[in-house]
């Protein structure tokens, strides 16, 4: 690496590589992940929405690490879209993109 003077702007800046979560905006992956957290998400709900009182030890502790999955997931859809649209805040496609995850996400 080639050692630039502080306050260089005309030094290209990093990329990351993002590959590693998703090949882009429109890959299937993307779409089937979030459709697996709202069916997930749905169904957690009717199970256990009004009955945590009455959930054994077992069962609790279920619902927690199903949970946690949910959010697990929808944390590297979030973090694939606010780092793609960090990478470049200028393309209103990017910003989309991310607030359209951040919406679906909620």
């Given at each position: 690496?080639?050692?630039?003077?502080a306050?260089?702007i005309?030094?290209?800046?990093p990329?990351?590589?993002?590959?590693?979560?998703y090949?882009?905006m429109?890959?299937?992956?993307l779409?089937?992940?979030?459709?697996?957290?709202?069916?997930?998400?749905?169904?957690?709900?009717?199970?256990?929405?009004?009955?945590?009182?009455?959930?054994?030890?077992?069962?609790?502790?279920?619902?927690?690490?199903?949970?946690?999955?949910?959010?697990?997931?929808?944390?590297?859809?979030l973090?694939?879209?606010?780092?793609?649209?960090?990478a470049?805040?200028?393309?209103?496609?990017?910003?989309?993109?991310?607030?359209?995850?951040?919406?679906?996400?909620?």
């Amino acid at each position: 690496m080639t050692h630039m003077p502080a306050g260089d702007i005309s030094a290209p800046l990093p990329e990351w590589d993002l590959t590693d979560l998703y090949q882009g905006m429109d890959d299937p992956q993307l779409e089937s992940d979030l459709q697996a957290a709202m069916h997930e998400s749905k169904a957690l709900e009717t199970e256990v929405k009004g009955h945590l009182a009455g959930l054994s030890g077992l069962q609790f502790a279920d619902a927690i690490l199903r949970f946690e999955r949910i959010y697990e997931s929808l944390g590297k859809i979030l973090s694939y879209a606010q780092l793609l649209h960090a990478a470049d805040v200028a393309c209103s496609e990017r910003g989309r993109f991310s607030q359209t995850m951040q919406e679906r996400a909620t």
